[in-house]
């Protein structure tokens, strides 16, 4: 039997991507939060120690309900990888911290250092795109969050409330 596809806009990804894409956020998600257990992760997407470890060497295909489970928990950080194998991210739907006023300095700071890894070859490396990271990270929160508002601003004047 052939391997399932999954055709998005610009190419074609098998399954095993997806699987190994989805286990290796697990893996950076133990090392990252120190002291996490194969079996803390079974306790969050609802499986035993033994089937964690699977899903997180990329040996076994996740159902949807341990999926979701890890989406909770641990947000973009679990799914984001995979997702942008499909062209998606997850986003969370609540209003984040964000505030207005961290609007500017999150995207300037994000400008700067793109203009920054731009000025000596006019690209920016892996080397560089993993600098940014983190003001890559704060700019989404800021910009989401102005989404969020803009959405539900929308939906209250659907509703004649706004």
């Given at each position: 039997m052939?391997?399932g596809?999954?055709?998005p806009?610009?190419?074609t ?5 997806l699987?190994?894409t989805l286990?290796?956020?697990?893996a950076r998600?133990?090392d990252?939060?120190k002291g996490?257990?194969?079996a803390?992760?079974g306790?969050?997407?609802?499986k ?6 699977s ?6 295909d996740?159902?949807?309900v ?16 995979v997702l942008?194998l499909?062209?998606?991210k997850?986003?969370p739907?609540e209003t984040s911290?964000v ?6 300095p999150?995207?300037?700071d994000l400008?700067?250092?793109v203009a920054?890894?731009l000025?000596?070859?006019g690209?920016?490396?892996d080397?560089?795109l993993?600098a940014?990271?983190g ?7 800021t910009?989401d969050?102005?989404r969020?508002?803009r959405?539900?601003r ?7 409330r706004g």
């Amino acid at each position: 039997m052939s391997e399932g596809q999954i055709h998005p806009r610009y190419r074609t990804v098998s399954a095993s991507t997806l699987i190994e894409t989805l286990g290796a956020s697990l893996a950076r998600i133990k090392d990252e939060d120190k002291g996490t257990t194969d079996a803390d992760l079974g306790v969050v997407l609802g499986k035993s120690k033994d089937r964690a470890e699977s899903y997180r060497k990329g040996h076994g295909d996740m159902g949807v309900v341990s999926f979701l489970r890890g989406c909770r928990e641990w947000d973009g950080r679990f799914a984001n990888d995979v997702l942008a194998l499909v062209g998606m991210k997850l986003v969370p739907l609540e209003t984040s911290p964000v505030t207005d006023r961290d609007t500017l300095p999150a995207l300037t700071d994000l400008l700067h250092q793109v203009a920054v890894a731009l000025a000596d070859d006019g690209k920016i490396d892996d080397r560089e795109l993993d600098a940014m990271c983190g003001a890559l990270d704060a700019a989404g929160r800021t910009i989401d969050m102005l989404r969020e508002r803009r959405r539900a601003r929308g939906l209250r004047l659907l509703e004649g409330r706004g």
